[in-house]
């Protein structure tokens, strides 16, 4: 079974501190990887990642996969309490669907 | 630029009442379109997608059922709600031959009572 596993589950930081958060995966035929802020509503769009080692970065966010060891990593530098959400992880398979996981919620401290 | 709707915002419905969830896309032309749910405690669960007007695939048996009648419009619905119904619904929509970067809707808060 396609399965999609995020840690740590809940994360509380101060402002400023740098934090990395993990996805790993066993997905049939993988085809990609995703990451979404989810504040009060609905998930937004930050990355999406096909190729092994190659950096996505957008301002203090950055992620990378890795296909051999079948995880992925989110940082965020200098934290604010507007990082303040969920972070889901989803990895999409051969039938064009995506599979998610519970995420991890990230509370970001002033 | 594309914008997906969703109504209503929140509802509250008794238990084996009727309900329909709509939602809509502009700014893009023949859609992927899908409905999750995400119950507390747990990920977003995918319910249908269609990839055209009347094509819907369902994920997951159950007493939901969904609708494409125009390009742009996705309708979730049920004759007979159950408890287990409740959870938030999210409307996604994506590019047609780029299935997996989806945008999601505003959603929908379903209390079944």
Known sequence: EDKVVQSPLSLVVHEGDTVTLNCSYEVTNFRSLLWYKQEKKAPTFLFMLTSSGIEKKSGRLSSILDKKELFSILNITATQTGDSAVYLCAVGGSQGNLIFGKGTKLSVKP | ?113
Do not use: M
Request: aromatic letters at 12%; proline letters at 7%.
């Open chain 2, 1 to 113: 630029s594309q914008t997906i709707h969703q109504w209503p915002a929140t509802l509250v419905q008794p238990v084996g009442s009727p309900l329909s969830l709509e939602c809509t896309v502009e700014g893009t032309s023949n859609p992927n379109l899908y409905w999750y749910r995400q119950a507390a405690g747990r990920g977003l669960q995918l319910l249908f997608y269609s990839v055209g007007i009347g094509q819907i695939s369902s994920e997951v048996p159950q007493n939901l059922s969904a609708s494409r009648p125009q390009d742009r419009q996705f309708i979730l619905s049920s004759k007979k709600l159950l408890l287990s119904d409740s959870g938030f619904y999210l409307c996604a929509w994506s590019r047609t031959g780029v299935p997996y970067e989806q945008y999601f809707g505003p959603g929908t808060r379903l209390t079944v009572t």
